[in-house]
């Protein structure tokens, strides 16, 4: 079995202001129990169900990840490339986003079927691609697609990395972007099974901040002294838990950079815990 994919932060989820057409996003074929034989339904009678939708969404998807990949891995091979879209746009990817927005406990559906129809990986997954068919049907791609590369990015960065060790080569060496040691970490995290057990705080500015750990404001003192921060530039400060213990800190100019620097302290200082994972070269 596959181990469980790590909980990443989500963007908020979307307001669909359809009522009608996020009510059929969520309306499972026995909700109604309309025959699904037969070519095409009347334009005066469609199916009130998710089918069509979740088929749409599944288009959008495809393109908004196919695009995502292109603007962060201009340089990947169509082959590499294939295999780390099919890491993101699979049930198994789709089902955990969908359990933790909580999309499942609003599933319509015959109510002998609905508990285990609720907890079948694959009707989660066709309830988040049903709610992205009626989320681009109801404001356009224009909209989704922003949403959807915030959504996937981390995940993209996760499977990026793996399949990049696959091909032999170094995770380590190369954190081009700002969240490299994020990858890394939660990989290492994963491969000693606790990815699921990591909290991560935020605080930004000296409100925020008034009631961090002494040694978090000083730190905070020293970055800001240095420039880093700014009006403009915000300064933004992290601190990792894993299991209930304080892990790690870092600070960077937004939330994600500071994340990551957060996970560079937490993977330079627990590599006993993490197991002396492969890809920790800092």
Request: charged share 20%; glycine share 10%; proline share 7%.
């Amino acid at each position: 079995m596959a181990a469980p994919l790590p909980t990443f932060e989500l963007p908020p989820l979307p307001t669909i202001n359809d009522k009608a057409l996020e009510k059929r996003a969520f309306t499972h074929t026995s909700y109604y129990g309309r025959p699904a034989a037969g070519f095409e339904d009347k334009a005066d009678d469609l199916s009130p169900d998710y089918e069509r939708l979740e088929f749409i969404g599944d288009s959008v998807i495809q393109l908004a990840v196919t695009g995502l990949l292109h603007e962060m891995y201009p340089g990947l091979r169509v082959g590499p490339a294939s295999k780390l879209r099919s890491a993101l746009v699979e049930n198994a990817s789709f089902a955990p986003i969908s359990v933790q927005y909580g999309l499942p406990q609003r599933l319509l559906a015959n109510p002998v079927q609905a508990m285990v129809l609720k907890n079948t990986q694959s009707v989660q997954a066709d309830i988040f691609e049903a709610f992205i068919g009626a989320f681009y049907l109801d404001q356009g791609f224009d909209v989704v697609r922003p949403w959807l590369s915030e959504l996937f990015r981390p995940l993209a960065e996760y499977h990026y990395a793996i399949i990049r060790a696959q091909h032999g080569h170094s995770t380590a060496s190369e954190p081009a972007e700002a969240s490299g040691y994020l990858v890394l970490l939660n990989q290492a995290l994963q491969s000693q099974g606790i990815g699921n057990k990591v909290e991560w705080t935020f605080a930004g500015g000296d409100a925020a901040l008034k009631d961090a750990p002494p040694e978090m404001q000083a730190q905070f003192d020293a970055h800001r002294g240095s420039g880093s921060g700014s009006k403009a530039t915000p300064l933004w400060g992290c601190q990792l838990f894993v299991e209930g213990v304080h892990w790690g800190q870092g600070f960077g100019p937004t939330k994600k950079a500071a994340k990551n620097e957060a996970a560079k302290h937490a993977v330079s200082t627990h590599k006993t815990e993490l197991g002396g994972f492969v890809g920790l070269g800092v």
